[in-house]
């Protein structure tokens, strides 16, 4: 152990703890796809707890309870962390770079998360979070999905997480602010700071990625390793200053479904020393918030063990039928100890809506009892390594006679411990080892769609997605400040034939394919986008356009990214985007990026052949993909990426061959190819790397059989 971790508050635990406590701050979402797994993380809330005395409405109380449960678990994770000595997470280049760092006064970036490290550099899922840093120890972090702004004060240990919908602020103090503080994103400033320093220069542990141009600078890249934490940064060659910082951890694979799975942390749009606000970082509470303080009760900091596993299971088996966890994976779905937990939680619903105020603190306490047992468990488990040899039999029941329901060798030799059913334990040696008894297995997970890890067409976090927040805009007169516009996800603008009406009866209803909305053909709803003469990104996926609205969306010149992704044109009746369409796109100079994904572009591509700027198209749907098709991808003689990862993995016929694919060679800049399952040219894809040998063919068709 590493006594200098002796200590909650460490850097060096970031990156275990990272891992650990992303899974516990959200709803429940699916653990069987990766992509729900990082909306997990993006969906996290912080965690605060109200203390017993303090009165709060049983109709906000259950908000309330969650903050408490998810706040006992983190605390306990933080706290077991510190004891198991887990580590946390050259050129000129780099040494001057370095040195802009320890210069840091102030930051601004925004999060997000990705399964491979590579920025999607277009993110349209309202799932990010903005983060102001002032030094040494004043941050915020605005997450606009989830409407809260969090205040950090390090040196105060203090902090303000503010609500705007419900006009509450939760403050935390002491160790309540510690925990919060673990989990910031403000974290990876720390990881920043922690892997790049100038007594670092020349290390062996720091490896240099080479050189990228992204946005029109050069960027040099480099990769630090430091006690089992890899970090990657970015920095712009010119100004020294980081543009990309990603943060690697990994859920080990005997807390998923058998397989470790690795996830990136990354800071993009990165602003330093600029010039931010004092009164951004008050942990005053505002006129006109309720405040609830959160309880600085002691929080156990002592090193986890098996015992913490074993009081783990003995809660759920008390809250579940005396029935076991089925599995002790890191995830909520069905018999897993988080799963139990939150159903223990619901089932105090009644106690906490509707008892006295004794009662209602005794539900909190006993939902903070289960989460921080949950989490001094899960704090234990991620100390275990490959080599101790870990295994749970779930489906036991409490008491059960003779009943293995773990073993491990704690010290990785021949030596194993064995917890019973009645949690008795037991220590055998390896050739005493119980038959493996008849256990509950997880169901194999069919992979029958494709694991994604290619780039989607998304905007940053700074657009506006809501109508609400867009109205106010143009009432203001302040549509010029306006970069970036996603539309397709405005209910406002949304038309559909069938309306949906609230019944538990499943009623089928024919469509009719030749429906179209009910207004004139060339009429125009988005003639206002011409007010927004700075426009720079715009999404108008699956809306119906007419005419009349894509010659308003050619007049915007300053537009660099585009999505037309499955939009409906209609006129005498609806119908996909089309070849002759494209040609109101031509005098999109300015043109970066663009997502034609479901049309049926077929000749119409030289409509875009002198974009100079065009260098990413996004086509991740085979719709209207075939060898012919394909070909006429070479009129765009500046396309540098080329998306054709389609969005349902289902379709086993080949519309694209061989023949098709080699035409891409004629594209000269094409130099990365993201291609997904559509038939067996997919499979594999080293055939295209033969016929494309200058360009990255990228293929996210993991779990797919070669024979389908």
């Known amino acids: 152990m590493n006594e200098s971790m002796n200590n909650h508050d460490h850097p060096d635990l970031d990156a275990p703890l990272e891992t650990a406590v992303w899974a516990v701050l959200s709803d429940p979402v ?46 306990a994770i933080v706290g077991g962390f ?57 941050h915020r972090i605005e997450d606009e999905r989830l409407g809260t702004v969090q205040i950090i004060d390090r040196e105060e240990n203090r902090s303000v997480l503010l609500m705007a919908e419900s006009k509450q602020a939760i403050v935390s103090d002491g160790i309540a602010t510690s925990v919060i503080d673990a989990t910031s994103p403000v974290r990876l400033v720390k990881a920043l700071l922690h892997h790049f320093r100038s007594d670092r220069i020349g290390d062996k542990e720091i490896k240099s990625l080479g050189q990228q141009v992204r946005d029109d600078r050069t960027l040099e890249g480099y990769e630090s390793t430091l006690g089992g934490e890899i970090v990657r940064a970015w920095f712009d060659v010119d100004t020294l200053a980081p543009v990309i910082v990603a943060v690697r951890f990994e859920i080990p694979e005997h807390m998923t479904d058998g397989e470790a799975l690795p996830m990136w942390r990354i800071m993009s749009d990165i602003n330093l020393n600029i010039d931010v606000a004092e009164e951004q970082f008050s942990t005053t509470v505002p006129a006109g ?8 009760a002691a929080t156990d900091f002592s090193r986890p063990t098996l015992d913490d596993v074993i009081e783990m299971l003995r809660l759920c088996a008390n809250a579940n039928q005396s029935k076991f966890p089925l599995w002790l994976s890191i995830d909520d779905s069905l018999g897993t100890p988080l799963a139990i937990q939150k159903e223990f ?77 009645d949690l008795t334990t037991q220590n055998v040696g390896r050739d005493q080892l119980p038959k493996k008894p008849d256990a509950v297995l997880r169901p194999d997970i069919v992979r029958n769609t494709v694991v994604v890890s290619t780039p989607r067409f998304e905007l940053p976090a700074e657009t506006i997605r809501s109508f609400a927040k867009l109205q106010e805009i143009r009432n203001r007169g302040e549509q010029s400040r306006v970069k970036f516009l996603s539309l397709g996800m405005m209910p406002e603008f949304i038309e559909f034939q069938l309306s949906s009406e609230p019944s538990d009866e ?52 300053n537009l660099k990214r585009l999505s037309l992704s499955g939009v409906q044109v209609f006129d005498s009746a609806s119908r996909r985007l089309i070849g002759d369409d494209l ?23 030289r409509n875009l052949a002198t974009l100079p700027s065009l260098h990413t198209l996004y086509l991740s749907s085979f719709e209207h993909l075939n060898d012919a098709s394909v070909s006429e991808l070479c009129e765009l003689p ?30 000269p800049r094409l130099k990365t190819l993201y291609v997904g399952h559509h038939g067996k040219w997919t499979l594999p894809v080293e055939k295209l790397r033969e016929l494309l040998p200058g360009v990255d063919v990228r293929s996210p068709t993991e779990g797919i059989s070669p024979d389908r």
């Open 82 to 138: 510190a004891w198991l000595g887990v580590p946390f997470g050259s050129s000129s280049v780099y040494a001057q770079a370095v040195k802009r760092l320890e210069s840091l006064s102030s930051m601004v970036f925004q999060v997000q998360f990705s399964s491979t490290g590579e920025l999607n550099e277009l993110r349209d899922t309202g799932g990010e979070q903005k983060v102001i840093y002032l030094a040494p120890s004043q």
């Open 583 to 605: 040609a109101k796109l031509s005098s999109l100079k300015s043109l970066e990026l663009l997502d034609l994904s479901q049309s049926n572009f077929a000749g119409g591509l």
């Open 638 to 667: 500046f396309l540098e990426t080329l998306v054709l990862a389609p969005v349902y993995a289902t379709n086993p016929k080949t519309t694209v061959t061989y023949t098709g694919m080699a035409t891409l060679a004629n594209l």
């Open 506 to 557: 499943v009623v089928v209803r024919e469509v009719d394919p030749s429906w179209k909305p009910n207004r004139d053909g060339s009429s125009s709803r988005f003639e206002f986008l011409k007010e927004f003469t700075n426009l720079q990104g715009l999404d108008m996926t699956h809306l119906y356009l007419t005419h009349s609205d894509l010659d308003t969306i050619g007049s915007l010149t």
């Open 345 to 421: 939680s619901n089932s105090l619903e009644r106690q906490v809506n509707e008892g006295t105020e004794s009662e209602k603190a005794q539900a909190l306490e006993s939902a903070m009892q289960f989460g921080t047992a949950l989490g001094r468990a899960i704090a234990f488990q991620f100390s275990l390594k490959p080599e101790n040899d870990w295994h749970y039999f779930g489906g036991a029941v409490l008491n059960e006679p003779n009943r293995p329901l773990l073993w491990y060798s704690p010290d990785a030799n021949d030596q194993y411990k064995i917890v019973y059913a």
């Open 30 to 75: 699916p653990a069987d796809a990766i992509d729900r797994v990082k909306q997990r993380a993006r969906d996290g809330v912080y965690p605060a707890v109200p203390p017993a005395n303090h009165r709060v409405s049983s109709r906000r109380y259950q908000v309330v309870l969650r903050f408490a449960v998810a706040a006992s678990v983190l605390a």
């Open 289 to 296: 918030f309720e405040s609830l303080i959160a309880s600085d």
